[in-house]
């Protein structure tokens, strides 16, 4: 009875914090309109500009197409990256110092955070399905619950490494510096904008260490019914990764100091 109410109490807990993390973001809508236009600048400006000189790599997918599942994971990455900068700014109005002398544990203050993150994902990367199909996109409900379940992962993953950086940094400049360092190659190694396969070694290798790659080829699996590596492979990898990443966000937030 007892473990059953542990249970609830710590739901009820990881949800207003996801419910605050929720109604900020719904507070922002420039935020969300700044976040879906630098995708949709990529897809139609480098889509249509580089798809113009005909780099087609794939038999009946343009450029455009092909790059639109990378366009989908730039979103998610810099959504969830930078969503850590948010850790900052509850240190500097000291709401994060009242969340950490309440009875809550650290746990449970990632993992709501960390879902707020995902929301604001996944908010973003359905705008960008929905412009997907108006480009034509193939999309069948069993290939959008699979960009669903992928894109959780992702930003699952992405959304712990955030907050875990922004846990260690007091300046909201520094993070921004640290992050771009971070969320760039993240991005460009990921073969969003160009196949993986013919690379040369160096690059090879670290493409294979990029986890948003994986996040990428299964999205263009689900989307456009190709890739690189087998599906399988790349969701087992995808989900080693994001239990890393958010092992990682744990540790980090039980070690973290309110001011």
């Given at each position: 009875?007892?473990?059953?109410?542990?249970?609830?109490?710590?739901?009820?807990?990881?949800?207003?914090?996801?419910?605050?993390?929720?109604?900020?973001?719904?507070?922002?809508?420039s935020?969300?309109?700044?976040?879906?236009?630098?995708?949709?600048?990529?897809?139609?400006?480098?889509?249509?500009?580089?798809?113009?000189?005909?780099?087609?790599?794939?038999?009946?997918?343009?450029?455009?197409?092909?790059?639109f599942?990378?366009?989908?994971?730039?979103?998610i990455?810099?959504?969830?990256?930078?969503?850590?900068?948010?850790?900052?700014?509850d240190?500097?109005?000291?709401?994060?110092?009242s969340?950490?002398?309440?009875?809550?544990?650290?746990?449970?203050?990632?993992?709501?955070?960390?879902?707020?993150?995902?929301?604001?994902?996944?908010?973003?990367?359905?705008?960008?399905?929905?412009?997907?199909?108006?480009?034509?996109?193939?999309?069948?409900?069993?290939?959008?619950?699979?960009?669903?379940?992928?894109?959780?992962?992702?930003?699952?993953?992405?959304?712990?490494?955030?907050?875990?950086?922004?846990?260690?940094?007091?300046?909201?400049?520094?993070?921004?510096?640290?992050?771009?360092?971070?969320?760039?190659?993240?991005?460009?190694?990921?073969?969003?904008?160009?196949?993986?396969?013919?690379?040369?070694?160096?690059?090879?290798?670290?493409?294979?260490?990029?986890?948003?790659?994986?996040?990428?080829?299964?999205?263009?699996?689900?989307?456009?019914?190709?890739?690189?590596?087998?599906?399988?492979?790349?969701?087992?990898?995808?989900?080693?990764?994001?239990?890393?990443?958010?092992?990682?966000?744990i540790?980090?937030?039980?070690?973290?100091?309110?001011?």
């Open positions: 009875m007892q473990s059953t109410i542990s249970i609830e109490d710590h739901l009820t807990k990881i949800y207003a914090l996801w419910l605050r993390e929720f109604k900020v973001f719904m507070r922002e809508k935020r969300l309109v700044a976040s879906t236009f630098t995708p949709i600048l990529w897809l139609f400006v480098i889509g249509s500009g580089l798809g113009a000189t005909n780099p087609s790599t794939v038999p009946g997918v343009d450029y455009q197409q092909f790059i599942p990378g366009i989908v994971a730039m979103s990455i810099f959504s969830s990256v930078f969503f850590g900068s948010y850790i900052i700014w240190r500097k109005f000291d709401f994060l110092k969340v950490m002398v309440a009875p809550v544990s650290r746990g449970s203050v990632f993992v709501g955070k960390t879902l707020g993150g995902m929301t604001t994902s996944l908010i973003q990367a359905a705008i960008l399905l929905a412009i997907g199909a108006a480009i034509g996109i193939p999309l069948t409900p069993l290939s959008l619950a699979q960009d669903i379940a992928i894109i959780l992962l992702m930003s699952f993953g992405l959304t712990s490494l955030g907050l875990a950086l922004g846990s260690y940094m007091y300046s909201l400049e520094g993070f921004q510096m640290i992050v771009s360092f971070v969320v760039f190659p993240l991005f460009f190694l990921s073969g969003a904008l160009f196949p993986l396969d013919n690379l040369p070694s160096w690059l090879g290798v670290l493409t294979a260490a990029d986890p948003a790659t994986y996040g990428v080829d299964a999205l263009r699996h689900a989307m456009l019914g190709v890739g690189t590596n087998s599906m399988e492979l790349d969701m087992a990898i995808l989900v080693a990764y994001t239990a890393a990443l958010g092992a990682f966000g540790f980090s937030f039980n070690r973290m100091k309110a001011v």
